[in-house]
């Protein structure tokens, strides 16, 4: 990981010298600048302006009360409350460098959806490892940033180059098989070519983190086992019809010193996946019909309809084969790199169907998610009202309701309510903000 970041701060230093010299910018613009500070309340919370850059600053919270089911049948006293601080920055380098992150620490009940999905009572989908307490409450921390620097060429061609400690989108189902805009961080760099026509390839290297402890070294903690992984994607997208996308990837356990000298049973072989991906848009333009096959984790297809702006569905089916040893799992910090798919503990093929609602003006907001995955059955909903549209910060009420789940953190069934104050309207309070690039 550290090695990963300083090759992107290297990589941030070298395209901005070399970005200077092609502008033949003046050598009074280089270095620090003082550019305008300015503070707000309604927009951003703090803008730092300069003739090269441009940078917000915004704090991220979340207050809420809960009542309800609590998150353990201990009798230990447990607190009834979420509580989330952190912040986010986007900045704008000579126009062409883009970089934007956050950094959260998050104390609370985690929400039924993801907790009855934790493949482990010390990881949580979205963050990563996290601390459990005696009273079922989450404690965890994470951060997320990306750079990119992007070129358009004089025919119209796009170069994007990349550097982030986030996760990756593919697809557009509403729980993606592949990899998930909302899964857990992790160092990766990518090279993007996209043309005029729609055309566009990726290729990716990237290294995710274990949950399986090495030998202890000269540290007082021993390292967690890495995986080195690679892919490339091949898409097309038509403006207003679709898109068609094919990845390829390969993944390798890393080895510790000799372990690869006698590894007899190929765990540290290279091994691939492959996945599909589509959309297509009907001429009326508001139902869109979305699809992924994969070689690792099964498949879905999922139809949204949007009659209006202000109002948006999404009904979604994926078929889940059943676990054995001859299929990957892609994972990163003990949680799936895809979205969180099957309930912990379970190894059977299923059937997941889900379904998604959003209601929308420019104040009020309301929405609800409830999906069936084999015995296990979920649904939440809440509605929120917007205090500050930038950070942002809603007043949001939300319930959810749960039914068959087996994990330390969450009895069988049960129902909770949440009130309060939050930069995020679901019913887990620390919901990615930003977008995978």
């Known amino acids: 990981m550290t090695g990963c970041h300083w090759a992107g701060v290297a990589f941030m230093l070298l395209s901005s010298s070399a970005w200077g010299q092609a502008t033949g910018e003046a050598d009074s613009l280089l270095g620090p600048q003082t550019g305008d500070v300015t503070w707000s309340l309604r927009q951003h919370g703090l803008t730092w302006e300069t003739p090269q850059m441009t940078l917000h600053l915004d704090p991220w919270f979340t207050v809420r009360h809960l009542t309800g089911t609590p998150p353990t049948t201990s009798e230990a006293a447990v607190s009834p409350w979420d509580n989330l601080r952190g912040a986010h920055f986007e900045a704008t380098l000579d126009g062409v460098w883009h970089m934007e992150g956050s950094l959260e620490e998050m104390q609370g009940w985690a929400g039924a959806w993801d907790a009855a999905t934790m493949t482990a009572s010390t990881t949580l989908p979205g963050w990563g490892r996290a601390k459990l307490t005696s009273g079922g409450r989450v404690d965890v921390a994470r951060a997320r940033v990306t750079s990119r620097y992007s070129?358009?060429?004089?025919?119209?061609?796009?170069?994007?180059?990349?550097?982030?400690?986030?996760?990756?989108?593919?697809?557009?189902?509403?729980?993606?098989?592949?990899?998930?805009?909302?899964?857990?961080?992790?160092?990766?760099?990518?090279?993007?070519?996209?043309?005029?026509?729609?055309?566009?390839?990726?290729?990716?290297?990237?290294?995710?983190?274990?949950?399986?402890?090495?030998?202890?070294?000269?540290?007082?903690?021993?390292?967690?086992?890495?995986?080195?992984?690679?892919?490339?994607?091949?898409?097309?997208?038509?403006?207003?019809?679709?898109?068609?996308?094919?990845?390829?990837?390969?993944?390798?356990?890393?080895?510790?010193?000799?372990?690869?000298?006698?590894?007899?049973?190929?765990?540290?072989?290279?091994?691939?996946?492959?996945?599909?991906?589509?959309?297509?848009?009907?001429?009326?333009?508001?139902?869109?019909?979305?699809?992924?096959?994969?070689s690792h984790q099964g498949w879905g297809v999922a139809t949204s309809w949007r009659p209006s702006e202000a109002w948006a569905f999404t009904l979604g089916t994926t078929r889940l084969p059943a676990l054995d040893d001859d299929r990957i799992a892609l994972q990163n910090a003990g949680t799936p790199v895809s979205a969180v798919l099957r309930p912990a503990g379970s190894t059977d093929a299923l059937w997941r169907t889900e379904l998604h609602g959003r209601w929308k003006t420019s104040t009020w907001t309301a929405g609800g998610r409830a999906a069936a995955v084999g015995t296990f059955k979920v649904a939440e909903a809440w509605v929120a009202y917007a205090l500050q549209k930038t950070w942002p910060m809603h007043v949001t009420l939300g319930a959810e309701l749960w039914q068959g789940a087996s994990h330390p953190s969450l009895p069988s069934e049960g129902a909770r309510l949440r009130v309060g104050v939050s930069h995020r309207m679901g019913m887990t309070p620390g919901s990615t903000t930003f977008g995978a690039p």
């Open 151 to 294: 070129h358009v060429s004089t025919q119209g061609d796009s170069l994007l180059f990349s550097t982030a400690y986030a996760p990756v989108q593919w697809g557009a189902l509403p729980s993606p098989l592949t990899f998930s805009g909302e899964a857990a961080s992790f160092p990766r760099a990518s090279v993007t070519w996209v043309r005029p026509n729609g055309l566009s390839a990726q290729t990716t290297a990237a290294r995710w983190t274990g949950t399986e402890r090495g030998p202890a070294g000269g540290s007082t903690e021993s390292l967690f086992r890495q995986t080195d992984a690679g892919w490339v994607d091949f898409g097309w997208r038509h403006p207003s019809r679709g898109s068609l996308g094919l990845l390829g990837g390969v993944l390798r356990e890393h080895p510790w010193t000799g372990e690869l000298a006698t590894d007899s049973l190929g765990q540290f072989a290279w091994r691939s996946w492959l996945s599909v991906s589509s959309t297509w848009r009907t001429a009326t333009d508001n139902v869109l019909v979305t699809g992924e096959w994969t």
